[in-house]
């Protein structure tokens, strides 16, 4: 099984929309391991963006995610990045399909309700960022055999 970092962003977070994208992950059958509803600092935000530091939209992402509470969240399950990053919708609103969270969710490209990692390298470099290993919960849910071979 495969984990993954995702972030319910402070545009879906102000608009009430925690409970629709957690409830999209577990309908789909990934498994919540970790979760925190938080106000993220400027310096949480700079390593977390790190990569696109120089760029010119850098200091707007900061701006953004430091500007209200996100969720931050870390979900497992088979091929959980590439699944996860299918179900989140290409990262404009306006190129993302319907039944995607994006897609239906948002409509601005600076507004587009979830952050999820691109890769599992990523994925393993963000959730060290959000999470300590002791904070992560190991657990199988019952309803894993119906769901897996």
């Known amino acids: ?5 995702v972030a319910i962003k402070p545009d879906a977070v102000q ?4 409970g629709e994208v957690i409830d999209r992950f577990e309908q789909r059958g990934f498994k919540l391991v970790g979760m ?23 200091g707007g992402l900061v701006s953004f995610i430091t500007s209200a509470p996100i969720v931050a969240m870390v979900w497992e ?8 990053r299918k179900m989140m919708g290409k990262t404009n609103p306006k190129d993302a399909d319907t039944g995607t969270i994006r897609g239906d969710l948002a ?3 600076g507004r587009n309700a979830v ?4 890769s599992v390298e990523s994925a393993k470099r ?3 960022i959000f999470f300590k290993e002791e904070e992560l ?7 894993h055999k119906w769901i897996y071979e």
């Open 1 to 5: 099984m495969e984990r993954t970092f």
């Open 15 to 18: 608009r009430g929309l925690i």
């Open 36 to 58: 925190k509803f938080m106000k993220v600092s400027n310096e949480l935000a700079e390593k977390h963006y790190g990569e696109h530091k120089g760029k010119p939209f850098f």
């Open 77 to 84: 399950g088979k091929d959980a990045v590439d699944n996860i």
């Open 107 to 109: 409509i601005d490209i």
């Open 115 to 118: 952050h999820g990692s691109d």
């Open 126 to 128: 963000e959730i060290s």
């Open 137 to 143: 919960v190991n657990w199988e849910p019952e309803i």
